[in-house]
């Protein structure tokens, strides 16, 4: 199993679609994630953190199951501006240097159409 | 003013050569990294320094060399260039072990290497 999966798409959702995104990851002790975007040809750039109780930041909704080891993204009334590739990154557990080797998934494609 | 920039943006080069990305960040961070996003659009970490010390080095062929004079700067230096080294190279920092943005990375534009 890879250490962080996510579903590579592509999504084709219209204007204003609720979309959702799965990653699951391997490494239970796992202890932080995060959601990146990556527009096409430039650098990823964090989208927002995801904490154990679930948290919101305007449209965007992440969640976190540890029993399941897996975490969420969902994007309500989206705009052609959510055009982008969504990573699933993951902090594995331990001390010291490892424990910043940020593992990204592959990512999943999302196109919104007008 | 850019926050972590990395140059060139671009390499285009032979198989053999020796070639080097610069990377300096200003954001007062600890913590560099460099990354490797290949064609298939994988996100690989390679290497990350804290405070010009070596605290990652994942399983990268000794031709790449990383060099962190100081904390403001790391670069890459990639001997014998080899066909497979054709990628998008990311240069990364965060603050450094113990602080809340430990794992929150700012990443700069990238330097897309093609080895012909």
């Known amino acids: 199993r890879k250490e962080v999966e996510q579903d590579p798409g592509p999504f084709n959702v219209p204007e204003g679609a609720t979309v959702a995104f799965n990653c699951t990851y391997s490494n239970s002790a796992s202890q932080s994630f995060f959601w990146y975007r990556q527009d096409c040809r430039k650098e990823p750039k964090l989208l927002m953190s995801v904490y154990s109780s679930g948290n919101e930041d305007g449209r965007f909704t992440a969640q976190l199951n540890r029993a399941s080891q897996y975490i969420s993204l969902l994007i309500r009334d989206s705009k052609l501006s959510d055009s982008a590739t969504y990573l699933c990154?993951?902090?594995?557990?331990?001390?010291?240097?490892?424990?910043?080797?940020?593992?990204f998934g592959k990512g999943t494609l999302l196109t919104v159409n007008p | 003013d850019t926050a972590v920039s990395q140059t060139p943006k671009y390499l285009v080069t032979q198989m053999g050569n020796d070639k080097s990305i610069k990377c300096e960040q200003n954001?007062?961070?600890?913590?560099m990294y460099w990354y490797k996003q290949d064609s298939k659009k994988f996100l690989k970490i390679m290497f990350s320094y804290n405070n010009k010390e070596l605290i990652i080095n994942e399983t990268v062929p000794n031709r790449f060399s990383p060099k962190s004079p100081d904390k403001a700067h790391l670069n890459l230096h990639i001997n014998s260039l080899e066909l497979g080294d054709s990628a998008v190279y990311f240069c990364?920092?965060?603050?450094?072990?113990?602080?809340?943005?430990?794992?929150?990375?700012?990443f700069g534009a990238g330097s897309r290497l093609t080895v012909l």
């Open positions: 990154v993951v902090t594995p557990g331990g001390s010291g240097g490892s424990n910043y080797k940020l593992t």
């Open positions: 954001l007062g961070h600890d913590t």
């Open positions: 990364a920092s965060s603050q450094g072990p113990g602080n809340a943005g430990a794992n929150v990375l700012t």
